[in-house]
């Protein structure tokens, strides 16, 4: 059986996948500067002798053609950029970068989709149709590199019908696999503000306009958004995670800066949170005598999971790894920019589980202490493969 095959070749290049994931942590590079990382993709493609065209800067569309009749054309992402934070973890793959690591599990994706094309060359005589392998740069900033993908045509020309993507997790047990249909991830907007007043001695406050009480009440008040103005059965969250008000004891600051995160999965009330919101910051900062700056940056679409294709795609998971090993996680408030493709054309976005707590390995995503159960790159490239294969008709 085909899948039976696949996963013994998974199992056969399962060590090839761990030193081509560890060489990529080890060499882990920010987003859209990508450029080793690139350089490593297209000659571990070269070596396989699978063609592959430049994209998007750093990124790499590739294909795998089968060899039996199909016009049938699918799309595989993975993602390869790192994150600005300082590894913690002692081991020998750690992280040469100070200050660049991959915390995201972006090295894993992208070595496990290197083992995808590998495994689907070696079976492109058992199988029809295309598989087009996109190498994205640039996940982890705005405007997010699958929108720079999709501008410069890596959904056109070979048209592919559907993308496939999969993200490690650490909240599910390696061996299992996380899928659900419909709405998943998060729509993202960034939130920039400044509240101004008029600063001066902190034991004369009459005689100021003090902008940290101001910030204070706008704070309290946009949770309002969510507690009283978001309908309760849809998801939304309003996060502030910096605020910087440079005054000291006893002096009030002229000014006080904020930024923070809106995520939602629905466009209409987003747009119209963002009108509220700017406009419940600006009429409390007036009321109270001063002013304020409430800018946003509109970021990723929410990620949805086409209905029918991942009804598919469950089925070729429970067949490959059974179906007490898949699991339906709850709608996942991370944002993701493989949600630009899921608003172009059909997509299926899963979660492949690398916890394991006998060893340790439990530290969140974007955390210093990251790190993933390798026994997941034997089931990750294998399911991958076989996803593909089955969702070409073979």
């Known amino acids: 059986m085909l899948k039976e095959e696949i996963k013994q070749l998974a199992k056969d290049l399962h060590a090839q996948a761990i030193r081509n994931r560890r060489h990529l942590h080890a060499h882990p590079e920010l987003s859209f500067q990508e450029y080793e990382t690139s350089a490593f993709v297209k000659t571990k493609l070269d070596e396989i002798g699978i063609p592959w065209q430049a994209i998007a800067g750093t990124g790499i569309t590739a294909i795998v053609k089968g060899d039996l009749p199909s016009d049938k054309i699918i799309a595989l992402r993975a993602d390869m950029d790192a994150l600005p934070i300082t590894e913690t973890n002692q081991v020998d793959y750690a992280s040469q970068r100070n200050g660049v690591m991959h915390a995201c599990g972006h090295d894993a994706h992208t070595s496990s989709l290197l083992n995808v094309a590998a495994i689907l060359h070696s079976l492109k005589n058992k199988f029809g149709g295309t598989v087009k392998l996109l190498f994205q740069p640039g996940e982890e900033i705005l405007p997010g590199g699958a929108s720079l993908m999709i501008k410069e045509g890596a959904l056109e020309n070979i048209k592919p019908s559907a993308v496939i993507g999969q993200h490690v997790s650490p909240m599910i047990p390696v061996g299992k696999i996380g899928i659900r249909k419909g709405k998943f991830m998060a729509s993202m907007d960034e939130i920039r503000v400044k509240v101004k007043g008029r600063g001066g001695h902190g034991a004369q406050p009459h005689q100021n306009i003090d902008p940290v ?15 009283r103005m978001a309908k309760p059965t849809l998801p939304t969250v309003l996060s502030f995670g910096k605020v910087i008000a440079n005054g000291a004891i006893n002096v009030i600051p002229d000014e006080v800066y904020l930024e923070g995160t809106f995520r939602t999965v629905e466009e209409s009330w987003r747009d119209e949170a963002h009108v ?3 406009k419940m910051a600006e009429n409390i900062a007036e009321s109270m005598g001063g002013s304020c700056e409430f800018n946003i940056v509109r970021g990723y679409p929410f990620l949805i999971n086409n209905e029918r294709l991942t009804e598919n795609i469950i089925g070729h998971v429970e067949a490959f790894v059974g179906k007490e090993n898949v699991i339906e996680p709850d709608v996942w408030m991370a ?3 493989f949600a630009m493709y899921s608003q172009t054309i059909d997509a299926c976005f899963y979660l492949l589980g690398i916890r394991n707590e006998e060893r340790g390995i439990v ?10 159960d390798e026994q997941a790159l034997d089931l990750g490239p294998g399911l991958m493969a076989y996803i593909a294969v089955k969702q070409l008709g073979n």
């Open 213 to 227: 009480i101001i910030t204070a009440h706008i704070l309290t008040a946009l949770q309002q958004i969510v507690s």
């Open 276 to 278: 509220r919101m700017k």
């Open 363 to 372: 530290s969140s995503l974007h955390t210093p202490g990251f790190d993933i």
């Open 335 to 337: 944002a993701e920019d």
